[in-house]
């Protein structure tokens, strides 16, 4: 997927300060809608989007990015428009097992129980056959911040835990192994998390913008990581 496409030009480097990025890719339906487009175009469009962004991401130093795919609350929008968010996630893991010169580990982070067998196991297929990959693609499909850490809680319940910590529980968590996100990203204008990474998130840098995610482009992650360098994380220390 990554491997032949042309390179985006790079015009920042990132260091250890900023290993993970993640992005609540929003306002695809709004991108649309204001060109008199069904919902849906704006969510392919996403899709072209996020190949680009990834590329990017992983072309600049960056270890890590989450994106926030499918929320446990998006179910509730019209079958016809969860059908092609569906059929894109579907197509987009058959162009994944495809392209096997991309250098991207695939995670896919949530609840997939609810998914049809054929998907699940397809997304199963992309995670073992990326797993030697070197930059981490953690990608939220069915994932909500409360109920990641709902089903971190019964997972230790189970293992007949009677008193747990901090550790146990990120332990649990869907994005174990991955650092914290150091600097989380949304489009669309609106100043909220929506349930994304809700423990994950403690100490992360905000970035919020009204740029629609179709529109979003390798500037204006160069633009999210300029500002993340002027903040100054203190971590509740002075
Ligand atoms: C984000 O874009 C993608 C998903 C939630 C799947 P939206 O579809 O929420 O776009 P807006 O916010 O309605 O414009
Ligand atoms: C958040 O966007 C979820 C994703 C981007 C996948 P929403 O569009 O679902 O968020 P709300 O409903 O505006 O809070
Ligand atoms: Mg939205």
Redesign the pocket.
């Known amino acids: 997927m990554f491997g032949k496409k042309k390179q985006p030009k790079q015009a920042v480097t990132v260091d250890e300060r900023l290993q993970h990025i993640a992005f609540?890719?929003?306002?695809?339906?709004r991108w649309a809608q204001r060109r008199g487009m069904p919902r849906e175009f704006g969510h392919s469009q996403g899709g072209a989007t996020f190949k680009k962004i990834a590329r990017y991401c992983e072309k600049v130093g960056l270890k890590y990015m989450t994106v926030?795919?499918?929320?446990t609350?998006?179910w509730k929008r019209p079958q016809k428009e969860v059908d092609a968010i569906m059929e894109i996630l579907d197509q987009y893991l058959d162009e994944c097992l495809a392209d096997k010169e991309e250098q991207v580990h695939f995670r896919f982070v949530g609840n997939l129980s609810i998914f049809p067998t054929s998907l699940r196991e397809k997304m199963e297929k992309v995670e073992r056959e990326s797993a030697d990959k070197p930059f981490i693609l953690n990608v939220?499909v069915n994932?909500g911040g409360r109920e990641e850490i709902t089903h971190a809680c019964n997972e230790l319940i189970r293992e007949g835990r009677t008193e747990i910590t901090e550790a146990d529980i990120s332990e649990k968590l869907y994005t174990v192994g991955c650092p914290d996100p150091d600097l989380i990203v949304?489009t669309?204008g609106?100043l909220?998390s929506?349930?994304?990474l809700l423990w994950q998130s403690a100490y992360a840098e905000y970035y919020f913008t009204k740029v629609l995610?179709p529109d979003y482009s390798t500037n204006d992650v160069d633009e999210a990581i300029a500002e993340f360098y002027k903040r100054k994380r203190r971590f509740g220390g002075v």
């Open positions: 609540i890719m929003d306002g695809n339906g926030y795919a499918f929320s609350e998006n939220a994932y949304r669309g609106d909220r929506s349930n994304f995610w």
